[in-house]
């Protein structure tokens, strides 16, 4: 399987890494910004072809699926573009920034029938995987998960610390991972509510934020993000059960007591990534519809696009 990937920024070297692992899998193609940084990540993975054009890349037939790591207001125009230069795609989280894109790459996907899944890592976590299995057999049943999510970006830089040429945002991409791992483990939202703080103002965005949810099953949610944490940064999600408390921090887990849990047996990785894109490549080889499908995480962009709406009325 011949792959291009888009982006050769900080996590577009985390999907490179992935897929070094992943047997009949080649990166044939590297787009980024600036031509000079991208052929530097392209030789330092092998990668031959190199540009700054998109559609440079789709129009290489041996291209069979591309992964998107770009910014996020590209992702949605991007994924559309994929599809229809008729390959498979793979969209980092999240999948847009607006309820209407989101919609119109559902569309695109059930046009043309390819493969279009978006980088939703949680479903793919061996921490959240052992969870799902737990309450997929009714061994536990989640009473409320308590989520923190929390970074330190009060200047626009990217995860390796470097200046980014686009603004993250709280809701449309943090706060997606939060709102679809919580419909994934106890089913659908059937309510939500958001507050946030005040709008930074060079970056235009609300650097505090707070969102609750409840699912049909009567679970509830809590989320918290900031990105005014100048302290331990990421996500840590408490599972609070009615058989047991567990703790989540990314691939790793715990209990309520902090007594780690052996999730050696749960994947045939440990890391989220690596399994996330083994699953677009093991979907697109065997003609199925993959888990984190655009068909299966838009409801999320739906509850995104009503607490958009909640939080505009705010202001």
């Known amino acids: 399987m011949k792959i291009a990937l888009a982006g050769a920024g900080a996590f577009g070297e985390k999907h490179l890494d992935a897929l070094r692992n992943i047997d009949g899998v080649d990166v044939v193609s590297l787009v980024g910004r600036d031509i000079e940084p991208t052929r530097a990540v392209a030789q330092k993975y092998g990668i031959a072809h190199t540009c700054t054009d998109l559609a440079e890349s789709l129009a290489l037939a041996e291209v069979d699926a591309v992964i998107l790591c770009t910014p996020t207001q590209m992702h949605a125009a991007q994924a559309i573009q994929c599809m229809d230069a008729g390959k498979h795609v793979e969209v980092e989280?999240?999948?847009?920034?607006?309820?209407?894109?989101?919609?119109?790459?559902?569309?695109?996907?059930q046009e043309t029938g390819l493969v279009c899944m978006v980088g939703h890592t949680r479903r793919f976590n061996p921490s959240h995987q052992y969870l799902h299995d737990k309450f997929s057999a009714g061994d536990a049943d989640l009473q409320q998960m308590d989520v923190q999510t929390y970074f330190f970006r009060r200047e626009n830089i990217n995860a390796k610390g470097e200046p980014r040429s686009w603004t993250d945002h709280l809701l449309w991409h943090h706060a997606a991972h939060t709102v679809d791992l919580f419909a994934y483990q106890a089913g659908p939202i059937v309510q939500a509510n958001a507050i946030e703080g005040p709008i930074h103002p060079k970056l235009g965005i609300a650097m505090d934020m707070s969102i609750q949810l409840k699912a049909q099953s009567g679970a509830i949610c809590t989320l918290s993000l900031s990105f005014n944490n100048d302290g331990p940064l990421g996500t840590v999600f408490r599972y609070i059960c009615n058989t047991g408390t567990w703790i989540a921090r990314y691939d790793d887990l715990v209990t309520g007591r902090d007594e780690p849990v052996d999730l050696s047996g749960v994947a045939v990785s440990d890391n989220g990534i690596e399994l996330q894109d083994r699953e677009f490549c093991a979907a697109i080889r065997e003609g199925r519809e993959p888990n984190a499908s655009v068909a299966q995480v838009l409801p999320c962009y739906r509850v995104l696009g009503q607490l958009q709406a909640q939080l505009a009325m705010q202001r």
């Open 93 to 109: 989280i999240p999948l847009a920034d607006s309820w209407a894109d989101s919609e119109a790459v559902m569309r695109k996907q």
